[in-house]
């Protein structure tokens, strides 16, 4: 799971604009790789090719997933897999397009987070995995999820990780500003965000500025769609919509009276601010409360955490804030043990296993989120909650539809030039709101797309 990676970077551009000159480089769908002699892989196709000698590269980020590929090994003695790791979400797609446009040195499979599929995509440089069975995975995991790695009947990936939204809070500051328990809806965390801060100092939590992917999860929760790809050359981009506006007022609301701070996030300055009170809470992920507790220690047994608070009582909703997948790309010369490989490490029970209590990523599949060992563990940080059964609970409620542009790198670097200056600024944000559709426009008809707004 990416952490302090999910924002945009300053190379987005020249990322993006390699990547769509790809488009056309593939002479077919598959890349010129072997493709089942049928509809869907036989058996016989399965077990001739994970019994003949075979190398495997797969690029990861995902440390000590070598444990992992051990497994797969073991079950599969004649096949070995090199695990490398070329760098963290954008270092390695850079890297990733690099290899793809030169025709040399691409992996068999590699990490990719569900934004940034559809960049992939339509560069026809990953692999359907449809015919290679990957359409019998889908009721392993929730429809959302399930969502970000399939389009019109092709699957792209087998997902890994996800980062169902909730609200952690320090249940200490919360006492001594007289509040018991946690909002249950955003104009009650508006009025407790007051409270906090007249009583205690503390803010109620921080909306990082340098954080689009974070910012882009409250979007999804609250209904707006800012954005669309056919798969083709049709973009829908409606990051200005009044479901999206509703959101930036609310912020903005509370960050003009200096309820809210606007602190950078994963810095050193950030990790002292929970260290020393500044903030008493954190609206994030499933993966914050693992994060949280290998980073401010000295709060243990200090803190709780609850669904997202909703904009309508008795709603149950919320939106996702990071996750990844394993893809094949499409020029392996060994699709069906790459995809093997991509199975097994996602859906094996073992391996599912330690990349839950290992890399301490939060599961994508319902077998896991659904099991007793799993969601009745108990955390002495958060005070004895069990804290894996909560956001288990909050995974099927993700809004299910939720889509991304095939230029995420550059409409996340965008969001900080426009959104999050104006959070910084305590400016207007609907305004910097529109002018970040107006960039995104702008530059999606500049590289070709269909813009529809």
Known sequence: MLKATKRATALAASVVVTALTLAGCSSSDNGGSPVPSSSKAGQAEIDKAMNTPTTLTFWTWVSDIDDEVKLFEQKYPQIKVNVENVGQGPDQYQKLRTALKSGNGAPDLAQIEYQHIPSFTITKSLLNLTPYGAGDLKSNYPEWIWNQVSQDGSVYAVPQDSGPMGHLYRSDIMKKAGITSPPKTWDEYAADAKIVKEKTGS????????????????????????????????????????????????????????????????????????????????????????????????????????????????????????GSTNAVLSTTKNPIAAYELAKFINTDPASTKLLNTQQNLFPAMNSVLNEASFTDATSDFFGGQKINELFAQISPTVNTKFQWLPFMDYAYSEFNNTVGNAMTNKGDLSAAADQWQDKLVGYAKQQGFTAQQ
Do not use: C, H, R
């Open 203 to 322: 803010y109620i939590g921080d909306i990082a500025s340098n954080e689009p992917v974070g910012m882009v999860g409250l979007l999804w929760q609250a209904g707006a769609q800012p954005f669309g790809f056919d798969g083709n050359k049709t973009v829908t981009i409606d990051v200005n919509s009044a479901e999206a506006k509703k959101v930036y007022s609310y912020w903005q609301n509370l960050i003009q009276q200096d309820l809210v701070s606007t602190d950078p996030d994963f810095n050193d300055q950030w990790y002292q601010g929970f260290s020393n009170d500044k903030y008493a809470g954190w609206v994030t992920a499933a993966w914050g409360p693992l994060f949280l507790q290998g980073t401010v220690k000295d709060t243990a047994g200090k803190w709780a955490a609850a669904p997202l608070p909703q904009w309508n009582a008795g709603d149950n909703v919320s939106g996702n804030w990071g």
